[in-house]
């Protein structure tokens, strides 16, 4: 049973450029979050979908963020015109039931490490 | 802001010691949970205590929660050099859908 995916795990890219993290959920989860990291930090929530849906896009800045969860196929988060201030790890995590009270827990990918230079 | 605080921020403990974090949250929860992190990777869950609970054990693990302090513990019994990680708590508030995560504990483990 495979874990959560999560592709590339270091990505290096330009500023201007786009970035694109792709999570690919525990078989079975249709609930996808995810978070940012900063060196020495916590996890800070930007996102949370179901398929096809946002449904808590709360942490997640309006402008160049932007993440979709399809019908088939992974979870991106697509970051457009990266900054230096973008560089974190990148962690998505899934879970199987419905989210209101959250108790089934979080099962974590390895994390993407943007990079931006 | 929603986040708890953990205190302390780095601990360093002989292997065979008892370690124990604590975590400080602001608002009513749902649950609270416990995850810990090996540097580089991904949070694993380790625990997971309900705002009606006081106490839970799970192994070498205890977590009490006090919810009139908005307060948890979390406590290693025994502790390893493998128990070497970051640990991690994590508030769902009341109608939340979501985890909010404390800030860590980094905790060490001496042979």
């Known amino acids: 049973n495979a874990g959560v995916m999560q592709n590339p795990r270091h990505l290096v890219r330009r500023r201007g450029q786009e970035a694109r993290l792709r999570c690919s959920p525990v078989k079975g989860h249709s609930h996808v979050y995810w978070y940012r990291q900063l060196p020495e930090e916590g996890l800070k929530f930007m996102v949370y979908l179901q398929k096809e849906n946002i449904i808590d896009e709360s942490g997640m800045p309006k402008e160049r963020f932007s993440a979709e969860f399809p019908k088939e196929g992974p979870s991106i988060l697509r970051i457009q015109q990266v900054v230096r201030g973008d560089s974190a790890a990148y962690f998505c995590?899934?879970?199987?039931?419905?989210?209101?009270?959250?108790?089934?827990?979080?099962?974590f990918g390895n994390g993407t490490r943007l990079t931006v230079t | 802001s929603q986040q708890g605080e953990e205190d302390p921020q780095a601990l360093s403990i002989q292997e065979g010691e008892n370690a124990t974090m604590n975590c400080s949250y602001k608002t009513s929860i749902n649950n609270l949970q416990w995850y810990r992190q090996n540097s580089g990777r991904g949070l694993v869950h380790l625990i997971l205590i309900r705002s009606n609970e006081r106490e839970k054990h799970s192994g070498r693990l205890r977590v009490t929660l006090d919810t009139s302090k908005k307060s948890s513990s979390l406590l290693i019994t025994a502790s390893r050099a493998a128990d070497t990680a970051s640990y991690f708590c994590?508030?769902?508030?009341?109608?939340?859908?979501?985890?909010?995560f404390g800030t860590g504990t980094r905790l060490t483990v001496i042979p």
């Open positions: 995590a899934s879970s199987q039931q419905a989210s209101r009270g959250m108790s089934s827990p979080l099962h």
């Open positions: 994590a508030t769902v508030s009341t109608g939340a859908n979501n985890l909010f």
